[in-house]
């Protein structure tokens, strides 16, 4: 029993430790299983190739993210994280790391049928120089519900983010796992998690921050976004005025992890498809890889 629970929090769980700097709210709050009845520790280090905020990136640069999480789940259905992230390119000048910190806590409630519903609270912390795409918000509210069965897992998360002004963000999800045993070596579990996600936002938060770069680097966007016969206040009046609450991103994920007692090493590959970008934004298919290796404690 101790060995099926164990394969079964880590297929759950493995999507938010996976996508730490680059899927979601960056906290692996949403994912303790119904059928836990033990406490469990897992301390993770992850390596993403672009740092993606609620399906939104900084098309200027690319980001590669560092980050560590230290995360704590009792039986009782409480939950605490601490995290660590390091962003590239990611100050005043889009050519120096900044640093950010998050703790979370929240609750999961399980239901019969493999039902769920978890909420949670994240306090972020940043470096002074910033300008990451998440660092006008401090604060994030987070609500969870699903079901996670033995192959899917199907669940809707709500954000709302607290800062400079209030976000919403609505991400729909839906993965699979598939597990082999002692593969490719003996004692050696390997699974293979694809999934799909689709978020909804009212782009004002993706828009504010472009319009913060572009007050910062005027001359450099107007080259990059092809706006030189525009004004700074006529560009600026373009990003304020598309308010519309739409779907943002759509993203697939294919992670493979390979389990070895506590152990779990984890690469995967994630496509990010822009949706109703601003006009003079590029939009292209994104092509990111994730890294991640992670122990377990369970008693």
């Known amino acids: 029993m101790v060995k099926h629970n164990f394969q079964y929090r880590t297929m759950i769980l493995l999507f938010g430790v996976f996508t730490a700097c680059s899927v979601l709210a960056g906290s692996p709050s949403n994912g303790q299983p119904d059928t836990a009845t033990f406490n469990s520790i897992i301390v993770s280090a992850d390596y993403a190739s672009d740092n ?10 690319s980001q590669p993210c560092f980050s560590s999480i230290f995360s704590f789940a009792s039986r009782s259905g409480m939950e605490a994280t601490a995290g660590y992230s390091l962003i590239a390119n990611s100050d005043t000048s889009l050519n120096k790391a900044t640093h950010q910190f998050d703790f979370t806590l929240g609750y999961r409630f399980s239901f019969p049928l493999d039902l769920y519903l978890s909420a949670s609270y994240t306090r972020f912390f940043y470096s002074k120089n910033t300008t990451t795409l998440r660092s006008d918000y401090d604060h994030q509210m987070e609500v969870d519900a699903g079901y996670s069965g033995q192959v899917a897992d199907v669940s809707a998360s709500a954000f709302y983010l607290i800062g400079t002004s209030g976000e919403f963000f609505l991400s729909l999800q839906n993965s699979y796992n598939f597990s082999i045993d002692n593969f490719p070596f003996r004692n050696v579990s390997t699974t293979f998690l694809p999934g799909v996600f689709t978020i909804l936002s009212s782009q004002q938060f993706y828009n504010e921050y472009l319009l913060n770069q572009f007050l910062q680097h005027p001359l450099y966007y107007m080259y990059r976004w092809r706006l030189m016969g525009y004004t700074k206040e006529e560009i600026k009046q373009m990003l304020l005025a598309e308010k519309k609450f739409t779907f943002t991103s759509f993203m697939a994920t294919v992670p493979v992890s390979f389990s070895w007692k506590n152990v779990m090493l984890t690469g995967g590959i994630t496509f990010l498809k822009p949706l109703n970008q601003p006009s003079f934004v590029n939009d292209n298919w994104v092509v990111m890889y ?9 008693w």
């Open 52 to 61: 993606v905020v609620y399906g939104n990136l900084n098309t200027t640069v």
């Open 290 to 298: 994730n890294f991640n290796l992670s122990y377990m404690l369970l």
